[in-house]
């Protein structure tokens, strides 16, 4: 298993009032080429649990098994390299650097282990052509649409190889097209590069591209159950 | 859309960024100060000799004047009251005197009246008594003085006139409630009688006012001079001031030009505090885009967001401002007040007050029509999108070829002003000033474009990071290294022309000084130019005191020249030196000298020169109390009197003048130092003499202490243009890096550290400020070329030019470390972002 997650626990303490149960005894495993679509109302936990595998916080209790190793209760170092090197990101907001350019912005995790950036360019170029953004690699990020912009923000999370990619609510900003463009571009890249992906959604048609579907209601993690089967657009060949 | 809702939707966004709205409010109020305390400083000079010419004064339209401190025959008094025309005259008798009380001593003017002054329906003199004035046999004095001498009504106290000393009461202690604005000159009140006694003057009076018949005026002022007969001043009731505005012009002149300047910074500050809420403003065009707002529903409210908070800022920023002109900017009299009553007081012009207001609203408004054009020209998705930016126009490169050519235009022109046209060295001014503004966003554009090459050989995050921040927001950074650049410039340029010019006028100070071993002259600090007359009766007590060799009787005085008070120097002749070398403008020295020691000849001051048309060799009258005929021996500069200098020799002076008085006596010792034989002549004078005596480099001393004083607004002027552009500099860019934070927690989650995300700001600020500075220090070195011109031909002071590298290189480093300074804080805080703000909406 790529991310084993086992009997997690987070809690807040309320001034005043009663301990909100962000996550709730939560275990959930995802295997290397898999897509789990993590469904649930706001306020369910679903951030928290993200944060939580981002070594962004640490749990109050459980565990979060990340190939292998418990990231639960790394130090700060540990962790931003853990986030550098092992763990992509991909939001529903992207907050690239205008200035620079599309291959500049995907390129930065590469420069920060090390690479110059001309090495990381290199690197960079093959998954950038993969994503469609070969000819837009030199562009700034400002004259891209937002479509361009969610896909080099897939690119930099992928740029270090990582073994999981966690995306939160990463169509929420993009119309249906384009949202399921960028499921699908999620779901072949995952398969081809052999990489574990949770997804964080509200968007129906996540369940139709993932391999498995989970909702969070509560910070409790229980079956999905879709209202209706989404209707799912057909893509041109581009 | 209703007042109600516009207040509605302020709130909303105030709430939502109040930390930014806060910086821009900052920003805005520190450029206000700014140009109101200049303002402020600047007019309350000029204003306190017009509120004490005008209050003084009353009714009357016309005066007589004597033009020695001897005054004229008071029965000219009734002839004048008797004449065609004439309705009212109020005589008055002005001695300059030093007033002490125990260590304590203050230099002022006497004024002296009777009841007739008060009739004249003067303000400051309306809440007085006639009739206690004409009881009094004291003196009056204002409160500031008597506080600053530690006195009270009934202390008595000594007066230095005219050479002796004599203790006298204080009949009153008046403040600002009895004699108006008055109180704050360096002023005493006695009344006639009694002050003719105390200065020695029995039977003479300086100024006589007149109050014509209605309707009469013209007709009294032919009686006025046809009594005054070539030997006395006729001259309108305000007289005084005209002759003030006409010293105090060079010092106004030259400040107004780096007022100016501060300005600009003060605007630029005030501007790019706005350009923090661009993108707030964006996202809010948006919103209301997106409701359906049309332009002007948007500009409606756009407008008034800016106005809301350039009013605020506007009010916080003359507030500032207000407590600047009071401890930091005071109205220093300096040099003037050797030759004016000129006082202290704080005069707030209802021109400064609306000029700052206007510079803070329209910096407001400006910076709001930024993010309004933008955003219109944007597709609506687009301005809702934080990040986004206008992509590169099509027609950029066509605008950086625009501001290139203003560049080299503006460069051009300040050359050929410094190689062809000095005198119209501010145009030069302006103009490179205009061409650092036009270049440097294409230096910038350059700089950083280099930087983007070099940064790819870099195995960091650091350098993209920095650099790709810069070119993200390109008219921030621009705005920001322009406060650099113009700060550093103006503080540059203002500096080391202040100090060109300080140095040429202690090279002045010198060579006039330094002509013989002890000055003995009337105390008094306002004495500086040794203009304040004595009796030669110290001559035989000086000349039989051992180790004294010689003592020369030195001349001098102020003589009105037709709109200028102009200082008269009469050394002895067959004296060294009577003419200072260096400050030979026209001429030959040693003819000059020549024919000054031959009598019947002058030196002339060029200003002077050039108001006459007078070459040397040509003829001229001098109008003293006896008018002389003088031919121009040499042209000089002004030595540092701005109205203009003529030198005489010492006996020409005493047959123009009528009188055998002396101002200084030049002593020259044998087989003693200077210190000691100081100590001797200050025995042989006794403990109570009313004279100063004074080594040469005391007087030096004393010369460059009111130099300094005069041109302190300079550097004061530079220093807190400097600070308020440092202050501004940090508050906008801590603005813009706070601004950041939610796109650092998201390099955080990326895996960027903090200290990588620490390191990139730093960077970034010092590229930012380090190119600003050194193109503004660059700029400021061709500046100060230009103000030293500038200055020489508008004070006609002595000026010598230096490259001023020092000053620059200090202004660049000065800025550079303060502002980094102070982005430590907000960039370090910034840097800590946790890295669950990348989660947050």
């Known amino acids: 298993m790529m991310l084993d997650i086992r009997r997690l626990v987070k809690h807040y303490q309320v001034p005043g009032g009663e301990p909100v149960r962000a996550v709730d005894d939560v275990s959930l495993s995802v295997a290397r080429g898999e897509l789990v679509a993590l469904y649930g109302p706001s306020g369910s936990g679903k951030t928290t649990l993200l944060k939580l595998i981002a070594a962004v916080m640490a749990p109050d209790s459980g565990e979060v098994i990340v190939a292998g190793r418990d990231i639960s209760h790394l130090t700060d170092r540990e962790a931003a390299r853990y986030r550098l090197c092992e763990v992509g990101f991909v939001l529903q907001t992207f907050h690239m650097i205008a200035g620079l350019s599309a291959i500049d912005n995907a390129s930065l995790k590469l420069v920060g282990t090390g690479l110059r950036v001309r090495e990381a360019h290199q690197r960079m170029t093959p998954l950038l052509t993969r994503l469609g953004l070969d000819e837009r690699a030199e562009h700034r990020v400002s004259t891209l649409s937002m479509g361009e912009r969610q896909r080099v923000a897939i690119a930099k999370a992928l740029s270090t190889d990582p073994g999981l990619l966690l995306a939160d609510e990463p169509t929420g900003n993009l119309d249906t097209r384009r949202g399921y463009e960028v499921l699908a571009l999620l779901r072949e890249l995952c398969r081809e590069r052999d990489t574990a992906v949770l997804l964080v959604t509200h968007d129906p048609q996540a369940a139709a591209v993932a391999d498995r579907a989970l909702a969070l209601r509560d910070g409790r993690l229980v079956e999905y159950l879709p209202d209706a089967p989404p209707a799912l657009p057909t893509l041109q060949p581009q | ?36 305390a200049v303002q402020v400083s600047n007019r309350s000079l000029s204003a306190s000799i017009a509120q004490l010419t005008h209050g003084l004064v009353g009714n009357a339209q016309l005066q007589l004047v004597a033009r020695g401190p001897q005054g004229f025959d008071e029965r000219l008094v009734g002839r004048v009251r008797n004449s065609p025309g004439v309705g009212a005259v109020a005589p008055m008798l002005v001695s300059q005197l030093n007033v002490v009380a125990g260590d304590r001593s203050r230099s002022v003017y006497m004024l002296a009246g009777d009841r007739r002054l008060v009739r004249l329906g003067g303000s400051l003199l309306s809440g007085y008594q006639a009739r206690s004035l004409a009881r009094l046999h004291a003196v009056v004095l204002p409160l500031p003085l008597a506080r600053a001498l530690g006195v009270r009504f009934g202390d008595t106290i000594t007066l230095q006139v005219a050479g002796r000393s004599v203790e006298v009461p204080v009949g009153a202690v008046v403040s600002g409630r009895d004699v108006g604005p008055l109180a704050q000159s360096p002023v005493v009140f006695a009344p006639i009688r009694y002050a003719q006694e105390l200065a020695g003057l029995e039977g003479r009076v300086s100024r006589l006012y007149v109050v014509p018949e209605p309707g009469q005026a013209d007709v009294a002022e032919r009686s006025l001079r046809r009594i005054a007969a070539g030997h006395l001043t006729v001259g309108e009731a305000d007289y005084d001031r005209r002759m003030f505005a006409q010293a105090a012009r060079p010092n106004d002149q030259s400040t107004a030009l780096f007022a100016s300047i501060s300005a600009l910074v003060g605007f630029l500050l005030a501007f790019n505090a706005m350009l923090l809420m661009t993108r707030e403003r964006r996202s809010v065009i948006a919103e209301l885009r997106i409701s359906g707002y049309g332009f002007w529903g948007v500009v409606e409210v756009l407008m008034f967001d800016a106005l809301v908070l350039g009013v605020a800022a506007s009010v916080c920023g003359i507030a500032l401002g207000d407590q600047l002109s009071r401890h930091v900017f005071q109205p220093s009299p300096g040099y003037l007040a050797i030759a004016f009553p000129v006082g202290n007081a704080r005069t707030v012009s209802p021109e400064a007050v609306l000029l700052a207001f206007g510079t803070g609203i329209a910096a407001a408004m400006l910076a709001t029509l930024a993010p309004l054009v933008a955003a219109f020209r944007s597709p609506t998705m687009d301005a809702v999108d934080e990040d986004a930016l206008q992509p590169a126009s099509s027609d950029g490169t066509l605008h950086s070829r625009f501001w290139l050519a203003i560049g080299v235009l503006g460069l051009a022109i300040s050359t050929v002003v410094l190689v062809a046209r000095p005198e119209a060295a501010l145009v030069g001014v302006v103009a490179l000033l205009a061409s650092m503004l036009a270049l440097l966003p294409v230096i910038l554009s350059v700089t950083l474009r280099l930087l983007d090459r070099g940064r790819r050989r870099i195995a960091s995050v650091v350098p993209p990071i920095a650099v790709g921040e810069l070119q993200s927001a390109r008219s921030r950074s621009v705005a920001i290294a322009a406060i650099a650049g113009v700060a550093v410039f103006g503080s540059t340029a203002i500096e080391s022309a202040h100090r060109d010019l300080q140095h040429a006028l202690d090279a002045a100070s010198h060579q006039l000084s330094a002509v013989t071993d002890l000055w003995v002259s009337a105390a008094g600090q306002a004495n500086t130019l040794a203009t304040v007359p004595f009796p030669p009766s110290a001559i035989s007590t000086i000349a039989t005191t051992p180790h004294v060799a010689a003592v020369a009787a030195y001349r001098g005085a102020l003589l009105d020249v037709g709109d200028r008070r102009v200082w008269v120097m009469a050394p002895p002749r067959n004296s060294a030196g009577m003419i200072p070398p260096n400050e030979v403008v026209e001429g030959d020295l040693r003819t000059a000298e020549r024919h000054l020691d031959d009598g019947g000849w002058a030196v002339v001051s060029e200003s002077l020169a050039k108001e006459r048309d007078l070459q040397v060799g040509d003829a001229f009258m001098l109008d003293a109390p006896q008018s002389e005929r003088f031919r121009v021996a040499a042209i000089t500069t002004n030595f540092g009197w701005s109205p203009g200098a003529i030198i005489v ?37 006794g403990a109570g003499s009313a004279l100063t005596v004074e080594t040469v480099a005391e007087r030096e001393q004393r010369h460059r202490a009111t130099t300094r004083a005069g041109l302190a607004r300079l550097t004061q002027i530079a220093t807190l243009m400097l600070t308020a552009a440092t202050l501004a500099i940090g508050a906008a860019m801590g603005g813009m890096i706070w601004q950041r934070r939610r796109r650092m927690a998201e390099l955080k989650l ?36 230009l103000l030293d011109r500038a200055l020489g031909s508008v004070t006609g002071f002595p000026v010598d030019t230096s490259l001023g590298f020092g000053v620059a290189v200090g202004s660049l480093a000065l800025v550079g470390a303060v502002a980094s300074a102070i982005v430590l804080l907000p960039g370090y805080m910034a840097a800590r972002v946790p890295v669950e703000a990348a989660f947050q909406d």
């Open chain 2, 1 to 36: 859309m209703s007042l109600r809702n516009l207040v509605w939707f302020y709130r909303r966004r105030v709430r939502a960024r109040a930390v930014q709205e806060l910086l821009a409010l900052v920003g805005i109020a520190v450029g206000v100060a700014l140009l109101f």
């Open chain 2, 649 to 685: 020799n010492a006996d020409d002076f005493q047959r123009a003048w009528g009188s055998s008085d002396v101002s200084a006596l030049q002593v020259r010792l044998d087989g003693l130092s200077s210190l000691a034989g100081k100590r001797a002549v200050e025995r042989a004078l």
């Open chain 2, 750 to 785: 990326a895996g960027i550290t903090q200290r990588q995300l620490w390191r990139a700001l730093m960077l970034e600020s010092g590229l930012l400020l380090g190119i600003g500075c050194t193109i503004g220090a660059l700029y400021g070195l061709g500046g100060a070329q």
